[in-house]
């Protein structure tokens, strides 16, 4: 008798009530709700751009016709055999390197100034950001002219110190360097406060205890801080790796009275400026959307590339300092 009123009383027993399965709903399918945001803006700014831009690869697409015939992937094929687009990889790697190395250099020197105990703390950092803050456009034309070939700045200083003038807009590689100089002067402040935040991350009693084992200012700096904040270091590394190689406002505008988009040699034109032009001046979208699209296949590997020697180099690491605790804790004969 007691089991026959158990078994009647367990199907009303487990019946929930509105509420509670408006609850249960609100733990399993609340999280979902609050990202979706994220994804759908990027499926609809993100996504869906890059698979409409591989369509019109696809096509012979004109600036005024619109889309043509089906071609397919012509367009890659005659662009890997122009000169004018392994110009613009080459000038682009080589606007890269000369940027993006003292870049990281310097931002990783500023950030361990800033780091000590400095007085004005808050004017220094404030300083450091307000290149970064300054709009490109106004900074590719201050630089123009302070590298300006007749009555720039640099090249009267050059004269006053019994130098010749260099032709910072005819030769290419002078064009490289000044143009690595307007990167370099906007973005070293940017990545040095992101290693800053990071350094302040990283446990002071750690800097403490190496000094009262005899360690100095540099010792702690390479076996201490670069160590520890490895993982954000990569991480600049990889973002300026990928904002390198789509550089486009400071080549477009260090020589606009050029005719011809990367100087008039083209000694100068990245592939960014390069995909520009075949856009908006030849009016070539199928070929400008297959640059695009190798652009993004080169930057995909190079970042594939970097996430693999990181965390080659994290695992050696971290097996490097097992094999050191290992040593410490073996008995001494």
């Known amino acids: 008798?007691?089991?026959?009123?158990?078994?009647?009383?367990?199907p009303r027993a487990s019946r929930l009530t509105l509420r509670q399965k408006l609850g249960r709903w609100d733990v399993r399918y609340s999280p979902y709700v609050y990202i979706a945001p994220f994804f759908v803006l990027f499926g609809l700014v993100g996504l869906f751009p890059l698979a409409y831009t591989f369509v019109v690869s696809l096509n012979k697409w004109d600036l005024l016709q619109g889309p043509g015939e089906w071609i397919g992937f012509d367009n890659f094929r005659a662009e890997l055999a122009d000169p004018l687009f392994w110009n613009s990889i080459a000038n682009t790697?080589?606007?890269f390197l000369i940027s993006a190395i003292p870049q990281l250099i310097f931002a990783l020197i500023i950030a361990a100034v800033l780091d000590q105990n400095l007085r004005a703390k808050t004017f220094w950092r404030m300083s450091v950001i307000l290149p970064y803050v300054v709009t490109p456009v106004a900074v590719a034309l201050i630089f123009s002219n302070l590298f300006g070939e007749k009555y720039g700045l640099v090249n009267n200083m050059l004269q006053g110190l019994g130098l010749d003038p260099v032709l910072w807009k005819t030769d290419a590689l002078p064009g490289q360097l000044a143009i690595a100089t307007m990167v370099n002067w906007r973005w070293?402040?940017?990545n040095a406060l992101i290693l800053l935040a990071a350094m302040q991350a990283v446990p002071r009693d750690i800097y403490e205890s190496a000094a009262i084992d005899g360690a100095g200012a540099a010792r702690r700096f390479f076996s201490i801080t670069i160590p520890s904040i490895r993982p954000t270091f990569i991480f600049v590394i990889i973002t300026a790796t990928i904002g390198g190689l789509q550089i486009f406002t400071e080549p477009k505008l260090f020589d606009a009275s050029s005719s011809i988009p990367g100087g008039v040699f083209r000694q100068y034109q990245t592939t960014v400026l390069y995909?520009?032009?075949?856009?908006?001046n030849r009016g070539n979208f199928g070929k400008a959307a297959a640059i695009a699209w190798i652009l993004f296949l080169i930057i995909v590997i190079i970042g594939v590339v970097n996430f693999l020697l990181s965390r080659r180099i994290a695992s050696g690491e971290s097996a490097r300092l097992s094999r050191r605790e290992r040593k410490k804790l073996e008995p001494r004969s």
């Not at 008798?1 to 367990?10: D, P, V």
């Not at 995909?275 to 908006?280: G, K, N, P, R």
């Open 188 to 190: 070293t402040g940017y």
């Open 1 to 10: 008798m007691s089991s026959l009123a158990g078994r009647a009383t367990t």
């Open 275 to 280: 995909l520009w032009d075949m856009a908006f």
């Open 93 to 95: 790697f080589s606007i």
